[in-house]
């Protein structure tokens, strides 16, 4: 298996989609820093105001989402105050556009049907490119937090810090690292279910764009004509990476590991079940 990972790593490494994809990242992580500091010189004083009434809507919505954590104002923006959610950034995106064409030009190419001929197993095929996969969204997600913190340090400064606050962020920053991967997770699954570029492509954008709001909207139904709280988008991925910015107890802490995990786990089994009952054409 450890020659399927280095042969992946290096047909990754060779494709201009993916520094061109990396060089995207780079730009999407300045770029933010840029824009939020745009957005609170723009608003000026009346950021705590328009927090508080975005907040009111929110609850009245029967929407789960909480803006606590966030800056009221400019002069509260500081590197080490953003850090944790340069992690919850744009990279989710640009995992589905690579995993769908990395893997999906595997099979349009025939390489799959090449290397399943050699005697590798169906297992280990789809575990290198799963592998591989969750090492890319390792890097996208630390080149972006790297690029968008040393911008922000120029902007603002890194700010204070306390003394449990490097250990914080590695435990953060890890369980942010374990919920990317899980979409990385689903995003093979889908690859290896559809077996080319663009079906796959729009499969994983959608599920990463709609799931969310298809969950939310339904919160805010349920809410609005039953009168009951339901918080089903607690248990998914980008909401914990959401609530892992906000100052999360330990429950939360815990909730987040464990999301991270099944998102990870179950499309695995569901995948490399479904790769090696189907024919490969």
Not at 4 to 19: E, G, N, P, Q, T
Not at 73 to 82: E, K, R
């Given at each position: 298996?450890?020659?399927?990972?280095?042969?992946d790593i290096f047909k990754l490494r060779k494709a201009k989609y993916f520094w061109i994809l990396l060089f995207i990242n780079i730009l999407l992580a300045v770029g933010t820093v840029y824009l939020l500091d745009f957005t609170y010189?723009?608003?000026?004083?009346?950021?705590?105001?328009?927090?508080?009434?975005?907040?009111?809507?929110?609850?009245?919505?029967?929407?789960?989402?909480s803006v606590e954590g966030i800056p009221t104002g400019h002069d509260q923006l500081s590197a080490s105050g953003q850090l944790l959610t340069f992690f919850?950034?744009?990279?989710?995106?640009?995992?589905?556009?690579?995993?769908?064409?990395?893997?999906?030009?595997?099979?349009?190419?025939?390489?799959?049907?090449?290397?399943?001929?050699r005697n590798y197993s169906r297992l280990k095929i789809y575990l290198s490119k799963l592998f591989v996969g969750i090492l890319a969204s390792v890097l996208f997600t630390l080149v972006f937090v790297l690029a968008a913190t040393m911008t922000a340090t120029a902007l603002w400064g890194f700010g204070d810090v306390s003394g449990s606050y490097a250990s914080q962020l590695l435990l953060k920053g890890a369980l942010e690292l374990l919920l990317g991967a899980s979409y990385v997770s689903l995003f093979v699954m889908f690859s290896f279910l559809i077996r080319q570029n663009g079906g796959s492509l729009a499969?994983?954008?959608?599920?990463?764009?709609?799931?969310?709001?298809?969950?939310?909207?339904?919160e805010m139904l349920i809410h609005h004509f039953l009168g009951r709280t339901v918080t089903l988008s607690d248990y998914l991925p980008d909401m914990c990476m959401t609530a892992l910015t906000q100052n999360p107890d330990r429950?939360?802490?815990?909730?987040?590991?464990?999301?991270?995990?099944?998102?990870?786990?179950?499309?695995?089994?569901?995948?490399?079940?479904?790769?090696?009952k189907r024919d490969i054409k």
């Amino acid at each position: 298996m450890l020659n399927l990972i280095r042969s992946d790593i290096f047909k990754l490494r060779k494709a201009k989609y993916f520094w061109i994809l990396l060089f995207i990242n780079i730009l999407l992580a300045v770029g933010t820093v840029y824009l939020l500091d745009f957005t609170y010189k723009l608003a000026g004083d009346s950021m705590e105001a328009q927090l508080t009434q975005e907040q009111a809507a929110l609850d009245d919505a029967g929407m789960n989402v909480s803006v606590e954590g966030i800056p009221t104002g400019h002069d509260q923006l500081s590197a080490s105050g953003q850090l944790l959610t340069f992690f919850a950034g744009n990279t989710t995106l640009l995992m589905a556009v690579l995993i769908s064409l990395f893997v999906g030009s595997e099979f349009n190419n025939g390489t799959v049907k090449i290397i399943a001929s050699r005697n590798y197993s169906r297992l280990k095929i789809y575990l290198s490119k799963l592998f591989v996969g969750i090492l890319a969204s390792v890097l996208f997600t630390l080149v972006f937090v790297l690029a968008a913190t040393m911008t922000a340090t120029a902007l603002w400064g890194f700010g204070d810090v306390s003394g449990s606050y490097a250990s914080q962020l590695l435990l953060k920053g890890a369980l942010e690292l374990l919920l990317g991967a899980s979409y990385v997770s689903l995003f093979v699954m889908f690859s290896f279910l559809i077996r080319q570029n663009g079906g796959s492509l729009a499969a994983n954008i959608c599920f990463l764009e709609f799931t969310s709001l298809v969950v939310t909207l339904g919160e805010m139904l349920i809410h609005h004509f039953l009168g009951r709280t339901v918080t089903l988008s607690d248990y998914l991925p980008d909401m914990c990476m959401t609530a892992l910015t906000q100052n999360p107890d330990r429950n939360t802490l815990l909730r987040a590991a464990l999301v991270g995990v099944c998102f990870l786990l179950v499309p695995t089994l569901v995948g490399a079940a479904n790769f090696r009952k189907r024919d490969i054409k």
